[in-house]
């Protein structure tokens, strides 16, 4: 007896990422995140729209390349810059059509930078305010005639 192998038998479960996103659909789900100041993953919106996962994750990589919602760490995203900055459907759209010939690669590295940015934004406003800290506390040691370089 001999199998056949079908269309459907073989890679079944398994999610291409070819799937085409319904962007209307992609768009509001993104702004009820956003009304709501939701975080979300790429597995909910994949879920709120009947898309496959995989599309969803790469069309959310884009949409943070280009600014639209921002990425918090792994698989968290946050749609707000996109209800701040007033996008409509047909911007998300645009943005969403103009990327598809971009490199992946380089979306992905942009994602990166804007992250290390923001760490470097955020390590810098932790080093003021220790050096703000150091001052306030000099400057007490100085108005009680308290030298700090000398030895208790």
């Known amino acids: 007896?001999?199998?056949?192998?079908?269309?459907?038998?073989?890679?079944?479960?398994?999610?291409?990422?070819?799937?085409?996103?319904?962007?209307?659909?992609?768009?509001?789900?993104?702004?009820?995140?956003?009304?709501?100041?939701?975080?979300?993953?790429?597995?909910?919106?994949?879920?709120?729209?009947?898309?496959?996962?995989?599309?969803?994750?790469?069309?959310?990589?884009?949409?943070?390349?280009?600014?639209?919602?921002e990425k918090l760490d792994a698989s968290r995203?946050?749609?707000?810059?996109?209800?701040?900055r007033g996008l409509t459907e047909a911007d998300v759209t645009k943005c969403l059509s103009t990327a598809v010939a971009r490199d992946p690669k380089r979306a992905s590295d942009l994602v990166e930078l804007q992250r290390l940015k923001k760490n470097n934004d955020e390590m810098r406003r932790r080093l003021l305010d220790a050096i703000g800290e150091r001052d306030r506390y000099l400057a007490l040691l100085k108005k009680h005639n308290i030298d700090p370089a000398e030895a208790p």
């Open 1 to 69: 007896m001999s199998m056949k192998r079908n269309a459907g038998g073989r890679g079944m479960g398994r999610d291409s990422g070819d799937t085409k996103i319904d962007r209307a659909e992609l768009y509001r789900a993104l702004m009820l995140r956003a009304d709501g100041n939701e975080e979300f993953a790429p597995a909910d919106i994949a879920q709120a729209i009947g898309s496959a996962e995989a599309s969803v994750s790469r069309a959310l990589l884009v949409l943070t390349a280009e600014g639209v919602i």
């Open 77 to 84: 995203f946050n749609a707000t810059p996109m209800k701040e």
